[in-house]
C-alpha cells in the first residue's frame, strides 16, 4: 500500500493533488489526510463535485493557526459532504454507467462443494431485528444482474456461476434443521434469471412437491417466463418479484428487468395459478421517493387481487462493513452509498426515522382489503419500527415466524 499517496482509495486525480497539497501546507496527520481521501472516494463513487469545493473560503478560516486551521478545515468538510448523505439522494444529476451484458461460464460442481443450506442473514441472537427464521438455499451461486448494492458479488467468483451437477439427487437426500418450514432460494443468485436451463427449476418444483411441510419461495429481478408451462409449480413453490422505483430501477439495479416488465411476469405466473409474492426491497431514500413508490403500489394494486398474493414486505438498504468496502474500491460510479450509515446490529443503514417514514408511506397505500388479506412484513430491521410504521408489531421472532406461516400456508391450502 501506498502509505502517502494512499492508493488503495480511488479518487480522481484532481482531488489526489488537491489533498497533498493541503496536506503539505496545513501539516496534516496522516488520519486527517486519509480521511480527506476517504471522502474523495466517495465523492468520486457518486459523480459528485471536486474535494476542492467544500472546502472553506480562506475568511472562514481567518486568524486560525496550526492546529486549529486543519481542524477547522477538515471539520467543514466534513460537515458539508454529511449534508449531502442526510438528504434523499439527487439522482437527477447522475449519470448511470453502461454495463455490457457479459455471459458468465456456467461451472457445474458435484458432492458437497457447493454448500445448499444456510440461513437469513439476520443476527440469530438477542432479537435485535425482528426475524421470521428464514432458512436459504442456494441452488445457484452468483448472478449475472449489476446491482450496486448486492453483496453477491462480494461473495462469489465474478465470470462464473456455479450450478449443483447433482441436483436432483442432492435435493433428495438433503436434511434439514429440525423446525425448517420456509426456504428461500435468492439469497445467492436470481432465483429466475436462468430459468430451467439447467435444470434447476425442475429440481426444486420436484424438492417442493414432496415437501407439502415446506413454503419454497423464489426471488426475481427477472422478467424470464418460459418456464411457464414447462415447469409446473406445486402450490408450497411461489415465484415473487423485488420492486423498486424506476429511477432506483434505471440508475442501481442495472442489466435487471424495468418494473412494467417485472409486474407482467408475475402477472402471467398467477395466470397460471401460482401465487406471487412482491419485496420493495431496497427502498431507496432519493429526491421523488414518495411520488415514484405511490405510483408502484397503485400499479401493483390494479394488476393483482389480494386473493393472488400471498405476502409484500419492505426493507431497506443495509450494508456489512466489507460490502462497504468493496463498493468504495469499485470504479463502477453509484450514489447507493451517498446516506447517513447508521450502526444497526453489527451493520450500516439509514436512521430509523427515515426508515420508518418510507415504511408508513409505502404501507399507508396499500387498500385496506390488501392489508385484510395479504401478509405485510418488514424485513431485517427493529422491532422497534414495526408499530410506528404498520401499525402493528411482533413481541417476538417466534410469534412473527408462526403468524407468517399461518398466513402463508392459509392462502397456499386455499389452493389446493
Same mark, same amino acid.
Given at each position: 500500500?501506498?502509505?502517502?499517496?494512499?492508493?488503495?482509495?480511488?479518487?480522481?486525480?484532481?482531488?489526489?493533488?488537491?489533498?497533498?497539497?493541503?496536506?503539505?501546507?496545513?501539516?496534516?496527520?496522516?488520519?486527517?489526510?486519509?480521511?480527506?481521501?476517504?471522502?474523495?472516494?466517495?465523492?468520486?463513487?457518486?459523480?459528485?463535485?471536486?474535494?476542492?469545493?467544500?472546502?472553506?473560503?480562506?475568511?472562514?478560516?481567518?486568524?486560525?493557526?496550526?492546529?486549529?486551521?486543519?481542524?477547522?478545515?477538515?471539520?467543514?468538510?466534513?460537515?458539508?459532504?454529511?449534508?449531502?448523505?442526510?438528504?434523499?439522494?439527487?439522482?437527477?444529476?447522475?449519470?448511470?454507467?453502461?454495463?455490457?451484458?457479459?455471459?458468465?461460464?456456467?461451472?457445474?460442481?458435484?458432492?458437497?462443494? =457447493?454448500? =445448499?443450506?444456510?440461513?437469513?442473514?439476520?443476527?440469530?441472537?438477542?432479537?435485535?431485528?425482528?426475524?421470521?427464521?428464514?432458512?436459504?438455499?442456494?441452488?445457484?451461486?452468483?448472478?449475472?444482474?449489476?446491482?450496486?448494492?448486492?453483496?453477491?458479488?462480494?461473495?462469489?467468483?465474478?465470470?462464473?456461476?456455479?450450478?449443483?451437477?447433482?441436483?436432483?439427487?442432492?435435493?433428495?437426500?438433503?436434511?434439514?434443521?429440525?423446525?425448517?418450514?420456509?426456504?428461500?432460494?435468492?439469497?445467492?443468485?436470481?432465483?429466475?434469471?436462468?430459468?430451467?436451463?439447467?435444470?434447476?427449476?425442475?429440481?426444486?418444483?420436484?424438492?417442493?412437491?414432496?415437501?407439502?411441510?415446506?413454503?419454497?419461495?423464489?426471488?426475481?429481478?427477472?422478467?424470464?417466463?418460459?418456464?411457464?408451462?414447462?415447469?409446473?409449480?406445486?402450490?408450497?413453490?411461489?415465484?415473487?418479484?423485488?420492486?423498486?422505483?424506476?429511477?432506483?430501477?434505471?440508475?442501481?439495479?442495472?442489466?435487471?428487468?424495468?418494473? &412494467?416488465?417485472?409486474?407482467?411476469?408475475?402477472?402471467?405466473?398467477?395466470?397460471?395459478?401460482?401465487?406471487?409474492?412482491?419485496?420493495?426491497?431496497?427502498?431507496?431514500?432519493?429526491?421523488?421517493?414518495?411520488? &415514484?413508490?405511490?405510483?408502484?403500489?397503485?400499479?401493483?394494486?390494479?394488476?393483482?387481487?389480494? &386473493?393472488?398474493?400471498?405476502?409484500?414486505?419492505?426493507?431497506?438498504?443495509?450494508?456489512?462493513?466489507?460490502?462497504?468496502?468493496?463498493?468504495?474500491?469499485?470504479?463502477?460510479?453509484?450514489?447507493?452509498?451517498?446516506?447517513?450509515?447508521?450502526?444497526?446490529?453489527?451493520?450500516?443503514?439509514?436512521?430509523?426515522?427515515?426508515?420508518?417514514?418510507?415504511?408508513?408511506?409505502?404501507?399507508?397505500?396499500?387498500?385496506?382489503?390488501?392489508?385484510?388479506?395479504?401478509?405485510?412484513?418488514?424485513?431485517?430491521?427493529?422491532?422497534?419500527?414495526?408499530?410506528?410504521?404498520?401499525?402493528? &408489531?411482533?413481541?417476538?421472532?417466534?410469534?412473527?415466524?408462526?403468524?407468517?406461516?399461518?398466513?402463508?400456508?392459509?392462502?397456499?391450502?386455499?389452493?389446493?
Amino acid at each position: 500500500m501506498d502509505n502517502s499517496n494512499f492508493g488503495d482509495i480511488l479518487v480522481r486525480e484532481t482531488d489526489r493533488e488537491f489533498i497533498l497539497k493541503k496536506r503539505d501546507e496545513l501539516r496534516l496527520t496522516w488520519s486527517q489526510t486519509r480521511i480527506l481521501f476517504e471522502t474523495a472516494g466517495d465523492l468520486r463513487l457518486w459523480q459528485e463535485r471536486p474535494l476542492a469545493d467544500f472546502w472553506p473560503s480562506p475568511e472562514a478560516l481567518k486568524g486560525l493557526q496550526a492546529k486549529a486551521l486543519s481542524k477547522a478545515a477538515l471539520k467543514a468538510v466534513l460537515t458539508a459532504v454529511d449534508r449531502l448523505r442526510r438528504e434523499p439522494t439527487d439522482y437527477s444529476t447522475f449519470n448511470a454507467p453502461k454495463l455490457k451484458i457479459q455471459k458468465e461460464k456456467a461451472v457445474f460442481v458435484g458432492g458437497p462443494a =457447493l454448500k =445448499l443450506t444456510g440461513r437469513c442473514p439476520c443476527p440469530p441472537e438477542a432479537e435485535v431485528l425482528r426475524c421470521c427464521n428464514l432458512r436459504t438455499l442456494d441452488a445457484i451461486q452468483q448472478c449475472s444482474f449489476g446491482c450496486s448494492y448486492c453483496s453477491i458479488q462480494s461473495f462469489y467468483c465474478k465470470g462464473e456461476v456455479k450450478f449443483p451437477s447433482d441436483l436432483p439427487a442432492r435435493l433428495e437426500s438433503l436434511e434439514l434443521p429440525e423446525g425448517t418450514w420456509h426456504l428461500g432460494t435468492g439469497q445467492s443468485s436470481d432465483s429466475l434469471l436462468y430459468g430451467d436451463d439447467y435444470g434447476t427449476l425442475s429440481a426444486l418444483a420436484g424438492f417442493a412437491r414432496r415437501h407439502p411441510e415446506i413454503v419454497l419461495e423464489l426471488k426475481s429481478k427477472s422478467s424470464r417466463t418460459d418456464w411457464l408451462g414447462k415447469v409446473p409449480f406445486p402450490a408450497n413453490m411461489v415465484p415473487t418479484w423485488s420492486l423498486n422505483a424506476p429511477t432506483i430501477i434505471e440508475n442501481e439495479e442495472l442489466l435487471t428487468a424495468p418494473s &412494467e416488465a417485472r409486474l407482467h411476469a408475475a402477472r402471467l405466473a398467477a395466470d397460471a395459478g401460482s401465487l406471487v409474492g412482491f419485496h420493495f426491497h431496497p427502498m431507496v431514500y432519493f429526491k421523488g421517493w414518495e411520488d &415514484e413508490y405511490a405510483a408502484a403500489v397503485e400499479r401493483l394494486t390494479s394488476l393483482f387481487s389480494p &386473493e393472488e398474493v400471498m405476502t409484500v414486505s419492505m426493507g431497506t438498504l443495509t450494508f456489512p462493513g466489507p460490502v462497504i468496502r468493496t463498493l468504495r474500491q469499485s470504479p463502477r460510479e453509484s450514489r447507493i452509498l451517498q446516506m447517513e450509515l447508521t450502526p444497526v446490529a453489527g451493520k450500516y443503514s439509514y436512521p430509523r426515522d427515515v426508515k420508518i417514514k418510507m415504511f408508513s408511506f409505502l404501507y399507508s397505500h396499500f387498500p385496506r382489503e390488501w392489508k385484510e388479506h395479504v401478509f405485510f412484513y418488514i424485513c431485517m430491521e427493529e422491532p422497534e419500527i414495526w408499530l410506528p410504521s404498520l401499525g402493528f &408489531e411482533y413481541d417476538s421472532n417466534a410469534a412473527f415466524e408462526a403468524a407468517m406461516k399461518e398466513a402463508y400456508f392459509s392462502k397456499i391450502n386455499s389452493r389446493l
